[in-house]
């Protein structure tokens, strides 16, 4: 049961969220992302880069100059420096979609989206431990509920259907592993979920 547990909380980072959504969007509703199918995969393969690489590289350098026991960053306090500095490099990044390189106004909102869901879960950290997995996953699933309404057919039904059975997994994983008490997965999964929610009706009365 744990070998499980720990393989959905590896499968479904929080890291890796940026990257599921462009892939789920790009395929499922890419007139959204407003980006031409064959630069789907190019794009992806740089989104991955810096929303998973090189946070996962700084959480790599951080163990090693032991300012982390371990990669779980199981206490709160562990956690403040490493999620510091992974906020930083989501907002470089989300600086970069918006001002210097020519993707759409929809994706760059997405990624605007994404990273005040890395720099709320910071600041929550300096006064509580959350479960950011359920903030991500949760997140994600506020980002595609209002969709479904803004596509013609129902090509993100499933997706976000699939997506919710994936929340209560991870949930249930988090627990499992003792990573999180249920009041740390529920304020996670509240939070990701208003954050993703609210955004996405933000940008599309723009």
């Given amino acids: 049961m744990r070998t499980a547990a720990k393989i959905i909380s590896i499968l479904f980072h929080p890291l890796l969220l940026t990257s599921y959504l462009v892939l789920i969007l790009g395929y499922y509703f890419p007139s959204m992302l407003m980006i031409a199918p064959d630069r789907l995969n190019s794009i992806l393969v740089f989104v991955f880069c810096f929303t998973f690489v090189l946070p996962a590289v700084n959480i790599l350098m951080f163990k090693q100059f032991g300012t982390i026991s371990d990669y779980t960053m199981a206490s709160q306090s562990e956690r403040i420096i490493p999620f510091v500095a992974i906020s930083l490099i989501y907002g470089v990044t989300a600086f970069l979609f918006y001002y210097k390189l020519p993707f759409s106004q929809n994706f760059n909102n997405l990624i605007l989206i994404i990273a005040a869901m890395v720099v709320v879960s910071t600041l929550m950290t300096f006064f509580q431990k959350v479960s950011v997995h359920s903030l991500a996953i ?49 304020v996670g999964s509240i939070t990701g979920f208003l954050i993703g929610f609210s955004g996405i009706i933000i940008l599309f009365q723009q």
């Fill in 138 to 186: 949760w997140g994600g699933i506020g980002i595609l509920l209002p969709l479904n309404k803004a596509v013609e057919q129902n090509y993100l039904l499933w997706p976000t259907a699939i997506a919710i059975v994936v929340a209560g997994a991870v949930m249930s994983s988090r627990l499992i592993l003792q990573a999180h008490t249920p009041r740390q997965i529920l």
